[in-house]
């Protein structure tokens, strides 16, 4: 009985990791004076697990302001969007990971 739970737990984790199987390839932060910008790009992989490639580029906005000792106070970021498609936007960067990959048949 416990084998069979613990093959469940190991399943349903497996799967879990399949269904976000795309590659985090470079994260930065870019930007200065008024505004800032956050990029993403992740590299989808196939249904097998092999990297293909294809690759979503993701980002997002904040506005920035000077602060009196020479600082930056950047706030309001704006949602993530997938820069090839902008129409959708999502909370975070692994949502609109998941959706680009899904939007080309791939994972």
């Given amino acids: 009985m416990i084998k069979k739970i613990l ?8 799967a879990t990791a399949a269904a976000n199987a795309w590659k985090l390839e470079t994260q930065r932060t870019l930007g200065n004076g008024e505004g800032k ?10 249904a097998t697990g092999q990297a ?4 979503c580029s993701l980002r997002r906005y904040a506005k920035c302001t000077r602060t ?3 600082g930056q106070n950047c706030t309001g970021w ?3 969007t997938d820069v090839r498609n902008p129409g959708r936007t999502f909370g975070t960067w692994q949502e609109a990971a998941n959706a680009c990959c899904r939007a080309h048949g791939l994972r």
């Fill in 7 to 14: 093959l469940a737990i190991i399943l349903t984790c497996a």
């Fill in 37 to 46: 910008n956050q990029n993403v790009l992740v590299r989808c992989t196939t």
């Fill in 52 to 55: 293909s490639h294809q690759t």
């Fill in 68 to 70: 009196q000792s020479g």
């Fill in 78 to 80: 704006q949602p993530w």
